[in-house]
């Protein structure tokens, strides 16, 4: 079973820049897909970005797609989330989530491991 450890949230003014890790431990990294969800106050849990297991397929919600780009480097089991030009309606507490899946999945309801998560927070 492996285990997520997110890092990299904090807060950062609007047009900002913040980069997210997410570390695995416990499983065979390249064995997962990995994704990016965010939830903000009051709001469910969506989609922002995820990647296949070699990197080679990436995917972006509307609403991230050309700010965001996510990244592995499955020599060091870790996912990244690049995040620019970021806006107040960014704020939200990120997860990063795995799964074993062939294809890539876009519903949080198909990832069974997740980390703790990481506040980012942009002002106006």
């Known amino acids: 079973q492996v285990q997520l450890v997110e890092s990299g949230g904090g807060l950062v003014q609007a047009g900002g820049s913040l980069s997210l890790s997410c570390v695995a431990s416990?499983?065979?990294?390249?064995?997962?897909?990995m994704g990016w969800f965010r939830q903000a106050p009051g709001k469910e849990r969506e989609f922002a970005a995820a990647?296949?297991?070699?990197?080679?397929?990436?995917k972006y919600a509307d609403s991230v797609k050309g700010r965001f780009t996510i990244s592995r480097d499955n020599a060091k089991n870790t996912v990244y989330l690049q995040m620019n030009s970021l806006k107040p309606e960014d704020t939200a507490v990120y997860y990063c989530?795995?799964?074993?899946?062939?294809?890539?999945?876009?519903?949080?309801?198909?990832?069974?491991?997740w980390g703790q998560g990481t506040q980012v927070i942009v002002s106006s």
């Open positions: 989530a795995a799964v074993r899946m062939y294809y890539l999945s876009l519903t949080s309801s198909a990832y069974p491991y």
């Open positions: 416990g499983g065979i990294f390249t064995d997962y897909n």
């Open positions: 990647i296949n297991w070699s990197g080679g397929v990436r």
